[in-house]
């Protein structure tokens, strides 16, 4: 089938390609999609429960893919100046996506205090420490990523920042952005003292006592937010090109950044006007950052692909999140009666700012992880759909969809909606997601399955910089739903799980789907661009893993340049 496509695209230019890459393993992903149960199309190259590669050999000229198929064919497009690379049996994938992060946020965090995987408060001071010691009196220090799911019920004690560090201001992030934990001098900042109210839809923890504890929750973050000392755009620029940097490295083509504000867009434009952009984004401006997206309004959507840097989609939260118990919900939390989260005008979500963006052509990218969060979130996009039908062929996109009834998974599909989901979710809220949600409900919790069955689209990301990069990460999650850790064996509604071709589909042909671009990239084609991933194993081949979280990539690379090498690409040999 492969052989047959390529010798009609095959004119017989007689001018060479830049680069050849021989001796892989090419998975092209130009056959239909698999059944919702996972089964693999008929014409795919799959057969006796084996998959094979269907192709071993690219050449690309310029920004594009001009030929595919077998080693002894790819010759032909040699010409002197051509660059050869032997791949020694390397996977080639089509470029991957990750649907759904924050730029901006992990390139601050790789430049702050590392506070991902800290079990306890006192290990998050003794990395402080680490810092503070050589830092002068009065310097903020800056910290992010432990986890505010799993220390949700043992917050640390009040007052423990501002008795170890009473000199500096020190404000630590969580994972996911849903929680934070300042000393005493940052409080002051905040203008958070014993008394002051609770912010619309956050929360400022409190002692038995009525003591501001220094960790405030979902909205409340914001009041935080606001005093640490602003970045400028070359900052911002450096925080976005050391995380693009990172993407790649882990093989990621494209990134969907999850909710741009007016400053990192500024950064993003003037990197894009520079060709610095090492991978493609897919920008969603910020509904929160209101004079933005008012400006946008009248200016309407950014389509042109000529540039490395797209803007036609707009992100606002909806609720808060699982883990934080801000994830809105129908019913009471199953380990706090009579609470049921926050969501909607709750929680800063502006309908006439979003509704406006959506009629000026903007696709909407709504943050909603409750099963409550998820059937408003519908509700609100049917509603302007049924008013404004020039917004019904938009892909509008449900970020996260973490929780939904069976019903609201069906509506999904009615209304073609996109459910951009994060597989590494499902493993990392295993501690405590049954406990939030109860047996029952917790069935309806990163539903994959259910959604491919109810024919809805999916895309999938990684939500960093609270979860980890890598896309093997992501692919271990989708088709085994197992905790990470080497000796457990737990699982969340395996029935749940996806095939490995759906798991990489998510990161690449829907992906592709969710930012327009599906005749552009997501498959392996002459003409389209070339935009590949090359990984040091194939995941098609060798069964899901813990050795898959030790997986990589060993190139990547973006409009016909390589933008990562693992190691120096070696040569092919002549012939």
């Not at 929680?179 to 003292?193: P, Q």
């Amino acid at each position: 089938m492969l052989l047959a496509v390529v010798s009609s695209c095959n004119t017989r230019d007689p001018e060479s390609a830049d680069i050849i890459l021989l001796n892989g393993h090419v998975y092209t992903l130009t056959w239909p999609d698999p059944d919702v149960n996972g089964v693999p199309d008929s014409r795919a190259p799959f057969s006796d429960g084996k998959w094979r590669p269907d192709a071993t050999a690219i050449a690309i000229r310029g920004d594009r893919i001009m030929w595919v198929g077998r080693d002894d064919g790819a010759l032909s497009w040699r010409g002197a100046a051509t660059r050869m690379i032997d791949l020694q049996g390397a996977t080639v994938l089509p470029g991957l996506h990750d649907s759904h992060g924050h730029v901006g946020e992990l390139g601050a965090a790789l430049a702050k205090v590392n506070l991902f995987g800290v079990r306890t408060p006192a290990e998050a001071v003794a990395r402080v420490r680490a810092v503070a010691d050589t830092a002068p009196p009065g310097t903020w220090i800056l910290g992010q990523g432990w986890d505010e799911g799993a220390w949700a019920d043992r917050y640390p004690p009040a007052g423990m920042l501002s008795r170890a560090f009473p000199q500096h201001l020190v404000y630590l992030r969580g994972l996911h952005g849903f929680a934070g934990w300042a000393n005493d001098s940052v409080l002051a900042r905040a203008g958070i003292t014993d008394s002051t109210p609770n912010p619309i839809g956050g929360i400022i923890q409190r002692t038995r006592e009525g003591l501001a504890s220094g960790i405030v929750l979902n909205r409340a973050v914001a009041l935080l937010d606001a005093v640490v000392p602003a970045l400028t755009v070359d900052q911002a620029a450096s925080n976005i090109t050391r995380a693009l940097d990172s993407l790649a490295r882990a093989g990621y083509t494209m990134v969907h950044d999850a909710g741009v504000d007016a400053l990192h867009l500024e950064a993003y434009e003037q990197l894009a006007d520079a060709d610095a952009l090492p991978i493609r984004v897919y920008a969603m401006l910020s509904a929160r950052d209101t004079a933005l997206a008012k400006r946008w309004t009248g200016r309407g959507p950014d389509t042109s692909t000529a540039r490395r840097l797209t803007i036609r989609s707009v992100k606002a939260y909806y609720d808060g999140a699982l883990g934080s118990r801000g994830a809105r919900l129908l019913e009471d939390y199953a380990d706090q009666p009579g609470h049921r989260g926050v969501s909607g005008s709750l929680y800063a979500f502006d309908t006439t700012v979003v509704a406006a963006l959506m009629r000026a052509g903007f696709q909407a990218s709504i943050h909603a992880i409750g099963d409550a969060g998820n059937r408003e979130t519908i509700d609100f996009l049917d509603r302007v759909m049924q008013t404004a039908s020039s917004t019904r062929s938009l892909r509008h996109r449900v970020e996260h969809a973490q929780v939904l009834t069976p019903t609201d998974a069906r509506r999904m599909n009615e209304l073609q909606l996109i459910a951009s989901m994060q597989p590494p979710h499902a493993v990392e809220d295993m501690p405590f997601a049954e406990k939030r949600l109860g047996r029952t409900r917790v069935l309806g919790a990163y539903a994959w399955r259910t959604l491919r069955r109810a024919g809805a689209r999916l895309t999938f990301g990684s939500d960093f910089p609270g979860s980890g990069i890598s896309p093997w990460y992501g692919f271990y999650a989708a088709t085994t739903r197992e905790d990470t850790a080497a000796k457990s064996d737990d699982t969340i509604v395996p029935a749940e799980r996806l095939s490995i071709e759906e798991t990489i589909r998510g990161y690449s042909r829907w992906a592709a789907y969710a930012t327009f671009n599906e005749r552009s990239s997501g498959s392996i084609v002459a003409g389209r661009w070339a935009d590949l991933t090359i990984l040091d194993r194939d995941p098609f081949q060798s069964p899901p893993s813990r050795e898959w979280l030790d997986s990589g990539a060993q190139y990547t690379i973006v409009g016909g340049k390589i933008v990562f090498a693992a190691t120096a690409a070696p040569s092919a040999p002549a012939r």
